[in-house]
């Protein structure tokens, strides 16, 4: 992937978290020669399974944590839900005119781009896609990836004071001020995002389609279908590593 096919998600500009800038892909990931490699380290069998609205083919047919370990393979990361939903928040003030958005290479990113990464995993349309989060449930606790002193660890914490009930939701309300773990607040007004709150044993996801948009955290980690997919992630500091290392 070149580094025009990133976002940079500020974490140091949020006003909630702190956190290094992050390259995210603009698409979700697709096959290419080092997934392939990838692949068969972690002996699997992949290819593109579904297209985007725009014809750019990604990876489906794996499950949760096949999901996070192929992103692992190539050296990235799969967005927890802090940082999936804080790239929503970045996105929409970008497209708002709000803020500017800038690409791996620094250059400005049209907002005409980002109404499209936006629209296609958000908008309620035929075909329904989605994508795996970092995200498992246990009894009142998650556990996911974060970054702690400059290193991206995994933790297992005890949920914070969270929406602990099945709620359609505003999808605003929820990523203008998610808890510090990323979840919707007791106090997330209505709206037209279907929530599924956590569940014990269950993973995150988040899917689109037909007359509905979901933040799915009880979904059952060895589900698949073609159309679930994952998004590449880096911090720029790896990337910088990853591109001098592949020269």
């Known amino acids: 992937m070149e580094k025009s096919d990133f976002i940079i998600l500020d974490g140091t500009r949020h006003p909630r978290h702190q956190y290094p800038d992050l390259f995210v892909s603009i698409h ?16 699997l069998s992949l290819g593109n399974t579904a297209k985007e609205h725009d014809g750019t083919g990604y990876i489906g047919n794996i499950n949760h944590e096949q999901a996070l370990n192929i992103n692992t393979a190539i050296g990235g990361f799969t967005l927890p839900l802090l940082y999936f939903a804080d790239m929503l928040y970045q996105l929409i003030e970008t497209i708002k005119r709000k803020r500017d958005t800038y690409n791996g290479n620094g250059n400005t990113i049209h907002p005409r781009i980002l109404e499209d990464m ?100 009880d979904w059952n980690p060895q589900n698949s279908f073609a159309e679930l997919g994952v998004r590449y992630s880096v911090s720029a500091e790896d990337a910088q590593k990853l591109q001098q290392n592949s020269k």
């Open 28 to 43: 979700r990931l697709g096959y290419d020669s080092e997934v392939e490699e990838a692949a068969k380290r972690l002996n």
């Open 118 to 217: 936006f629209d296609e995993i958000t908008e309620e349309r035929i075909p329904w896609r989605g994508e795996h989060l970092d995200a498992e449930f246990g009894e009142n606790t998650i556990t996911y990836h974060k970054f702690v002193g400059g290193k991206f660890i995994k933790v297992t914490e005890k949920l914070e004071d969270c929406l602990m009930r099945d709620k359609a939701i505003d999808l605003k309300g929820w990523i203008g001020n998610p808890t510090s773990q990323g979840l919707p607040r007791k106090n997330c007004k209505a709206g037209g995002l279907n929530y599924w709150c956590p569940v014990e044993g269950r993973v995150a996801r988040f899917v689109a389609g037909s007359g509905r948009a979901d933040l799915d955290c």
